[in-house]
């Protein structure tokens, strides 16, 4: 079994938070993550995307909010997101060794790039990675 995946209010949360959480824990070990935490947050994206997760720098840690949405984009949403936990260390070292050695303009454009393809990147991961993992 994985590491955890828990919702914020843990005992008292609500039927949704623990499907959520069920999925996200299923998902997290097919696509190679068995050593993260992820929890589960009752509050929706606040960003206005379908998801949006928050990935802890030094820790193996994400924290997950997702909308209500069918159970194929509730697939898609978490997987994608998960993406970047697979991504992280990369991006970490993109946006913090690589960019440093830029300034102005150039690092600007070289950010902005980065993340658009970071974002086609984990969306194609979510799509490999969707037919092996279950609908809500």
């Not at 993550?33 to 947050?41: A, K």
């Amino acid at each position: 079994m994985g590491a955890e995946v828990v919702s914020l209010t843990a005992e008292d949360c609500c039927a949704r938070c623990s499907s959520l959480a069920d999925l996200a824990r299923v998902y997290a070990d097919a696509m190679g993550l068995r050593d993260w935490s992820i929890i589960v947050d009752h509050e929706l994206p606040v960003s206005g995307n379908d998801a949006e997760i928050d990935l802890h720098v030094e820790r193996k840690l994400g924290r997950l909010r997702v909308q209500d949405l069918d159970a194929e984009d509730t697939r898609h949403a978490i997987a994608h997101e998960l993406g970047h936990a697979l991504l992280r260390d990369l991006m970490e070292t993109v946006r913090g060794g690589v960019a440093d050695e830029l300034s102005g303009s150039a690092r600007r454009v070289f950010l902005a790039s980065v993340q658009r393809e970071e974002e086609r990147l984990v969306d194609v991961l979510a799509t490999v990675f969707e037919p092996v993992l279950p609908l809500a």
